[in-house]
């Protein structure tokens, strides 16, 4: 059997559970899967010098995180349309030719959102971070029937683009950009973390747990930690949350059947990870 050689390419993935889905994934369909951790900076590299060294070094496939999801655009072939005006890719191919660029984030949230919540709206959505992961779920909105979107990011430019992509498109018509957090909150259903921080070595919350009040539901990218002072925040403001670890889990298999045209089983996969710490689909603050 051939071994099926995969890896994530990131800057602060040293307790990333990737590797561990995966390989679990690649035995419960009797394919012998490895899985590395590659960080450019540990390795001396840059991130085109570590993608190009997976390419050439018998990889089927690699995962990309933060803060690489964009740069990593311009080295792929994207068939997906709606990938491609996404703009950010979190899963490429290597094979013949040019590697292949998929985002499995933005199908990984749809199913998250869908396995909490069902068919309900996302309503109005705050989302802080217009990021890679940001882009991949502000389309993942469209689908998913939000009213109106309203997008903060530090860099203003950079929420204004994924603002104007939406309107002009007609994906999100309700898109705009904010210039404050209080801005993005006021009336708003749901709270979106898109941002890096809350992740270990990067503590904190992008926005104060008082903004929250009155939402109906809060998702956090970030899941190492899974407990995020965000969604502490927002499970306190009387929220229910979704953790990142939901986004983590159903991107990761999509980018399973990806790498390897496999199906895997989720409830045997989600038993199998079962001593990772690992929260429920959804957790309401509510009796």
């Known amino acids: 059997m051939a071994v099926i050689r995969l890896g994530?390419?990131?800057?602060?993935?040293?307790?990333?559970?990737?590797?561990?889905?995966?390989?679990?994934?690649?035995?419960?369909c009797g394919l012998e899967v490895t899985y590395e951790r590659l960080i450019p900076?540990?390795?001396?590299?840059?991130?085109?010098?570590?993608?190009?060294r997976c390419a050439e070094d018998g990889y089927r496939g690699i995962n990309i995180t933060y803060p690489y999801k964009e740069q990593v655009v311009a080295q792929l072939d994207v068939p997906d349309a709606r990938t491609r005006a996404i703009g950010a890719c979190n899963t490429a191919l290597f094979?013949?030719?040019r590697p292949e660029g998929h985002n499995t984030d933005h199908s990984g949230f749809i199913s998250a959102f869908r396995a909490g919540f069902g068919t309900a709206s996302p309503g109005r959505v705050a989302m802080i971070g217009a990021g890679g992961v940001g882009k991949a779920i502000a389309f993942a909105l469209s689908t998913l029937g939000a009213k109106d979107l309203r997008i903060f990011d530090r860099d203003s430019a950079r929420a204004a683009a994924?603002?104007?992509?939406?309107?002009?498109?007609?994906?999100?018509?309700?898109?705009r950009h904010v210039e404050t957090a209080e801005e993005a909150a006021d009336g708003a259903d749901g709270f979106l973390n898109c941002t890096p921080v809350g992740m270990t070595g990067n503590p904190g919350s992008p926005i104060d747990t008082g903004l929250m009040r009155g939402a109906s539901w809060a998702f956090d990218a970030v899941y190492t930690p899974i407990d995020t002072a965000f969604l502490a925040g927002a499970q306190a403001a009387g929220a229910t949350?979704?953790?990142?670890?939901?986004?983590?889990?159903h991107q990761g298999i999509d980018a399973f059947r990806h790498?390897?045209?496999?199906?895997?089983d989720p409830l045997a996969l989600r038993a199998a990870l079962a001593d990772e710490k690992a929260v429920p689909v959804a957790v309401s603050a509510r009796p």
């Open 259 to 264: 790498f390897t045209g496999a199906e895997v």
């Open 241 to 249: 949350i979704i953790s990142g670890y939901e986004l983590f889990f």
């Open 41 to 52: 900076r540990d390795m001396g590299l840059s991130f085109d010098e570590v993608f190009r």
């Open 162 to 175: 994924l603002a104007r992509t939406l309107q002009d498109g007609g994906i999100l018509p309700g898109a």
């Open 95 to 97: 094979g013949p030719g």
């Open 8 to 28: 994530l390419i990131g800057d602060n993935i040293a307790r990333s559970h990737s590797p561990r889905l995966h390989v679990e994934a690649g035995r419960l």
